[in-house]
């Protein structure tokens, strides 16, 4: 590894992707925030890894065309940690799905997760040194709520992250996935009323096992450990984080 960690959050503007890079943040790394077209929100976050000491760069791009994913590997320079949070949401149902919202949620959530994992593996080769985060879903247990191109493609993503686990082992790169479970971030405080979003919580919080709503903060220990040298024989799991939503 680097004498100064080089770490790459993709969807670093606000929610899971945020806390992450915060909770990665400390004195000697360097942070690279992926955004698309918030700055404001990513300025914020970026404020926030500089106080913990980090040096911190914001690069911009959409992951949904694969040249601009290339581009956005290429201009963060040496990755220790890749981190691919950044995801299309679809709540499209079955007989409304068509290959265009199946491929667009596919480019974003696996595609773009791939080529970035084989870019900044390079790097990681040549140090020996490498750890690659994907963030799937709970989703791909319960198969929903969301739409099944999303479903499919948090799946596949587990299957891409057990591949990568398997050829990039032997050159000391890890590869695991952190599954939320139904963690309440902005965006969803923007989508519910108060009193909807109350009767929500009440249902989710009966089917979990712990009686509180999960927030992005509570992926931070977890994100922490996989990017660790204590996580050194860990590679090809996918972890829930989901306070019991379910349970492997």
Same mark, same amino acid.
């Given at each position: 590894m680097t004498a100064q960690r080089g770490i790459l959050v993709t969807g670093a503007r606000r929610g899971i992707g945020a806390a992450i890079a915060i909770g990665l943040a400390e004195p000697g790394a360097r942070i690279v925030l992926h955004h698309l077209d918030a700055r404001d929100e990513v300025d914020r976050v970026a404020r926030a890894c500089r106080d913990a000491g980090a040096q911190v760069e914001i690069a911009e791009a959409d992951l949904g065309d694969a040249g601009a994913v290339v581009d956005l590997a290429n201009a963060a320079g040496p990755v220790d940690v890749l981190v691919n949070n950044a995801a299309r949401p679809s709540n499209v149902a079955p007989a409304d799905l068509d290959v265009g919202e199946w491929d667009a949620t596919f480019a974003v959530n696996v595609t773009a997760a791939m080529l970035l994992a084989r870019k900044c593996a390079v790097g990681m080769r040549e140090r020996r040194w490498g750890?690659?985060?994907?963030?799937?879903?709970?989703?791909?247990?319960?198969?929903? $709520?969301?739409?099944?191109?999303? =479903?499919?493609?948090?799946?596949?993503? =587990?299957?891409?992250? +057990?591949?990568?686990? +398997? /050829?990039?082992? $032997?050159?000391?790169?890890?590869?695991?996935?952190?599954?939320?479970? /139904?963690?309440?971030? @902005?965006?969803?405080?923007?989508?519910? $009323? &108060?009193? &909807?979003?109350?009767?929500?919580?009440? @249902?989710?919080?009966?089917?979990?096992?712990? $009686?509180?709503?999960?927030?992005?903060? &509570?992926?931070?220990?977890?994100?922490?450990?996989?990017?660790?040298?204590?996580?050194?024989? =860990?590679?090809?799991?996918?972890?829930? =984080?989901?306070?019991?939503?379910?349970?492997?």
């Open positions: 750890r690659i985060i994907m963030l799937t879903s709970a989703t791909v247990r319960m198969g929903g $709520p969301s739409g099944p191109a999303y =479903v499919a493609s948090k799946a596949a993503l =587990v299957g891409l992250t +057990r591949a990568l686990a +398997r /050829a990039l082992g $032997p050159e000391g790169i890890t590869v695991n996935a952190l599954s939320p479970g /139904a963690v309440l971030t @902005e965006n969803e405080r923007e989508l519910y $009323p &108060d009193g &909807d979003r109350q009767q929500a919580d009440a @249902e989710i919080i009966a089917r979990q096992g712990l $009686p509180r709503r999960l927030l992005a903060e &509570d992926m931070v220990g977890t994100a922490r450990f996989l990017a660790s040298e204590g996580s050194a024989a =860990v590679t090809g799991q996918v972890i829930e =984080v989901g306070g019991g939503l379910v349970l492997r």
